[in-house]
């Protein structure tokens, strides 16, 4: 096996793993990537992000046409759908992106290694597959992302009872199609499917969908998703999902069992770190497998990092990428830099649900003394002209000094709208920075600026 030499040797080339190599080498830093699937983008861009927007644009699309058009005064006959077509258009879609990240490997000079990346101790990584060698460099950076989590009893058969992989590319559209797990992938992938004609039954171990959110929001979240026909059974206990032939059972504790003709397990990801070789360099992992890292994502040993999916926080692409940046600037410049308070979250369901900052429950529970401002979309212009009036947004900011803590809206464009708070929580805006800007008019982003009216004093147009 030949030896190579660089200068960092990145794993994985996910969200967290492309732009650090990416920055790295713009840097100056001599760089190599390796990625052990076919296509460069990692979960993300191969079967996460990418593909899971694509589908979810397409099946509003169809929705729209199917329910919506009328309103408009336009009138479809003969309204069909291909699915065959509609999962091609979202392949075209993947290929194209990960494609482009080979380009842009190729422009900035990065080595990218096809093959399965082995620590072999400290400055030392062995490539295993397609493109064998021995690397052998000062730094090394984990970026392997991330898997789904399994769950004792649910039988994965790569096919009827399947993960999120398998719900992006079902080759027909399910009779009844049970989600286990209400969070964002079993709402995002349920609304797909539901959209498309599925009987949809989502069942969550929590009391509430989407855990962990602001209250308000999930409240009326609930309403909304429930009115788009999905059913819920909140609080129930899986305890298996078995196959045979074409019908699925699913079974919970102390609840009658369902039989259904798919099953997608959503209950969450856990870091990937199979194979990896940590032991080779006595990096011990924390439940559920992730890596411990410092304020500059070093693990245990110097000169070894981690970002993204397999060290702590949420499991986001920006948020990969965001350490992926901070962490190879902390390398060559000595210093990197990263706000996790002003990483926003979306569910990019109809409507979509965006957050950023800290929400209601974890003030109180902080005993911070906040002032919330809230305006709905029913009263937006805009809204109102594109016939999306669902939501609200809500602003959250500190009593004594107005400045913003916490941004949460529901409502059409909501994953867009919410750049503008993330922005503000960065250059530590007031709610009246925001109200005293001017917003273009009639746009939904005027929602955001009434909220902000609302925070400072009140709004104006309600
Ligand atoms: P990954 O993207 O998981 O990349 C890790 C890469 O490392 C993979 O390509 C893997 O093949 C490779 N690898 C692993 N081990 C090795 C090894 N030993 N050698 C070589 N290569 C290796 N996040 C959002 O922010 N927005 C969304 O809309 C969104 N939608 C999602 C939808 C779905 C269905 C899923 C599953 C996830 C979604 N996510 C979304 C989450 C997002 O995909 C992850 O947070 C993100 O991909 C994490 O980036 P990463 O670089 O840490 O890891
Ligand atoms: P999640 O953590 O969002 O939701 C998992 C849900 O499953 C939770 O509500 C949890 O209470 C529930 N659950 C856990 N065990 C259960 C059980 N035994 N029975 C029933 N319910 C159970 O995880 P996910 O939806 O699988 O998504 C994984 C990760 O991918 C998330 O961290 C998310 O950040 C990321 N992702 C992000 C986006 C996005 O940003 N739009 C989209 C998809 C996925």
New binding site residues.
């Given amino acids: 096996m030949e030896t190579k030499q660089h200068d960092l040797v990145i ?8 732009i650090s190599a990416i920055r790295a080498a713009q840097l100056g830093l001599n760089v190599a990537c ?4 076919k296509a ?10 990418i ?3 694509a589908l979810l644009e397409s099946s509003e699309h169809f929705h729209e046409a199917q329910n919506e058009f009328k309103n408009h005064g336009i009138g479809i006959e003969g309204l069909s759908l291909d699915l065959k077509k509609m999962m091609k258009r979202k392949d075209t879609v993947v290929r194209q992106l990960t494609t482009g990240i080979a380009g842009l490997f190729k422009k900035n000079g990065i080595t990218h290694y096809m ?4 620590i072999d101790g400290p400055g030392k990584v062995i490539v295993e597959g397609k493109d064998e060698a021995i690397l052998e460099c000062k730094n090394i950076l984990i ?4 898997v ?1 989590a399994p769950l004792p009893g649910v039988e994965l058969d790569g096919d009827r009872i399947g993960t ?2 398998e719900a ?1 590319a079902y080759s027909e559209v399910p009779e009844h199609l049970v989600v286990i797990g209400a969070g ?2 079993g709402l ?2 349920g609304s797909v499917w539901k959209r498309l004609g599925a009987k949809v039954t989502v069942l969550e171990y929590m009391p509430n969908i989407l855990p962990g959110m602001d209250a308000e929001l999930v409240k009326h979240a609930t309403k909304i998703f429930k009115k788009q026909g999905l059913d819920f059974k909140l609080g129930v206990k899986v305890t298996g999902a078995t196959k045979e032939g074409d019908t699925c059972t699913v079974t919970m504790e102390g609840e009658e069992s369902i039989t259904c003709d798919r099953v997608l397990l959503a209950v969450g ?1 856990r870091p ?1 770190t ?3 070789g940590l032991d080779s360099v006595g990096i011990e992992t924390e439940r559920p497998g992730i890596i411990p890292i410092n304020d500059h994502f070093q693990t245990s040993v110097p000169g070894i990092y981690a ?4 060290v702590r926080g949420p ?6 990428e965001e350490e ?1 940046v901070a962490c190879v600037e902390g390398i060559v410049k000595g210093y990197g830099y990263i706000n996790y308070d002003a990483i926003p ?2 569910v ?1 369901t109809h409507p979509e649900i965006a957050t950023v900052g800290k929400n209601e429950e974890q003030l109180k529970e902080a005993g911070i003394e906040y002032k919330a401002g809230t305006f709905p979309f029913m009263a937006n212009g805009r809204a109102k002209a594109i016939g999306d009036t669902d939501g609200f947004a809500k602003i959250l900011v500190d009593k004594t000094t107005d400045r913003i803590l916490g941004a949460h809206i529901i409502g059409p464009q909501a994953g867009d709208l919410i750049a503008e708070l993330a922005v503000g929580i960065e250059f530590k805006a007031s709610s009246e920075d925001i109200a005293r800007s001017s917003h273009a008019h009639p746009s939904l982003a005027e929602v955001v600026k009434e909220a902000a009216w609302a925070a400072y004093d009140r709004p104006m147009s309600m």
């Fill in positions: 794993i994985g080339a996910g969200p967290g793993g492309y390796i990625e052990m699937e460069l983008g990692g979960t993300c861009l191969r079967v996460g992000c593909p899971s927007k093959g399965k990346g082995r970026a392997t992302g991330s789904s999120s992989t992006l964002v992938i995002e992938l990801r990937n199979e194979g990896l970002i993204g999916d397999v499991m986001l692409a920006h948020k990969a992926g979250g979306v990019y």
